[in-house]
């Protein structure tokens, strides 16, 4: 799997949320959090065709673009890259560190809580 930069992963977010879309309607969303230039956010795609990111189809005069990847199969792949290299493959490392630095509400903790149970094999 190809590991995407920081702002390909924005772009595909924006794809995995709106589906397949135009540069236009990228860099639309794109510029709703900072100032991108439609030319920069075209070479962008073109670049993550190339590398088998996105795959693209033309539709009368637009070309839509599309991911290549499952959005659950790049974030799991990512995660999985990102325990095994910075916290020596350990889940339980990342999830103490986590839940460490961030101010945890009750129903977070209560989906945490019932995950931990899923993965028991007992009752949700």
């Given amino acids: 799997?190809?590991?995407?930069?920081?702002?390909?992963?924005?772009?595909?977010?924006?794809?995995?949320?709106?589906?397949?879309?135009?540069?236009?309607?990228?860099?639309?969303?794109?510029?709703?959090?900072?100032r991108v230039g439609y030319t920069t956010t075209l070479k962008l795609m073109q670049i993550m065709t190339e590398k088998g990111l996105l795959r693209r189809k033309k539709d009368s005069r637009n070309h839509i673009y599309f991911p290549v990847a499952k959005e659950d199969d790049t974030k799991n792949a990512m995660i999985q890259r990102f325990i095994d290299t910075i916290f020596d493959g350990s889940a339980t490392r990342l999830v103490m560190q986590a839940l460490g630095n961030h101010e945890t509400t009750p129903e977070e903790l209560e989906k945490i809580k019932e995950l931990i149970r899923e993965k028991e094999g007992g009752e949700k």
């Fill in 1 to 34: 799997m190809i590991k995407p930069t920081e702002s390909e992963l924005e772009i595909l977010g924006i794809l995995w949320s709106k589906g397949p879309s135009t540069v236009r309607v990228v860099n639309d969303e794109l510029s709703l959090k900072r």
